[in-house]
């Protein structure tokens, strides 16, 4: 599946957590989250089949049984 420059340029994904934008990890291992998009982490379309970073963190929220959805955003 290829994925053309301009979606690279133009889209981005986030990952949300209830109600909440997923930020990353705490020193403990638990999952944060952010209040608004502004303090979520994103993730570049082209990334998805060669970034580490987001299979680990995919796999990390599997394994605490996280309900996640990945919410496609516009980048203007």
């Not at 502004?38 to 379309?45: E, I, N, Q, S």
């Not at 970034?51 to 203007?76: C, F, G, M, P």
Request: hydrophobic share 40%.
């Amino acid at each position: 599946m290829g994925v053309s420059k301009s979606d690279c340029i133009e889209n981005a994904f986030v990952l949300k957590i209830g109600d909440r934008y997923f930020c990353g990890f705490s020193k403990t291992g638990r999952a944060m989250t952010a209040w608004s998009l502004a303090g979520a982490k994103t993730y570049m379309p082209f990334q998805t089949v060669s970034n580490e970073w987001l299979h680990d963190d995919l796999a990390k929220l599997d394994a605490k049984k996280k309900k996640y959805v990945r919410k496609t955003i516009s980048i203007t």
